[in-house]
């Protein structure tokens, strides 16, 4: 069993669709039309037969509290590895993303949390393959 599909509810398919390309950089894999919403997946463009991100219409009535509820207490609702989070990070501060929390080093990872202006907080993580090391 493996994982080869997740989602991420969106206000707005096309302009989370903007962020998720031309910010963070991710690759169109499906944008198939399903009257008035889309069947629209991104993946990595390293990885481009890799795990697919929905990014899913929020209009089911359960989303909204759901996700309101998730960023008031700061949680992020989905996390994407990076390689170099100082650079990333400057990089999309640069480009206009806000961060709600800037890079953070809690030992066995730094990490840092954005808003994708569709709804959530993106967490942006580089493990310290160091850390586990010594386990």
Known sequence: MRITLTSVFVDDQRAALAFYTELLGF??????????????????????????????????????????????????????SVDDLEAEHARLVESGVVFTQPPTDIGTAVLAVLDDTCGNLVQLVQPKPEAFAAQ
Request: glycine share 8%; hydrophobic share 40%; no cysteine.
């Open 27 to 80: 690759t169109v894999k499906h944008d198939v039309p399903l009257g008035d919403d889309y069947w629209l997946t991104v993946v990595a463009p390293e990885d481009p037969d890799g795990v697919e991100l929905l990014l899913e219409p929020s209009g089911h009535p359960a989303v909204k509290p759901y996700r309101d509820a998730l960023v008031e207490d700061g949680i992020p609702l989905l996390v994407l």
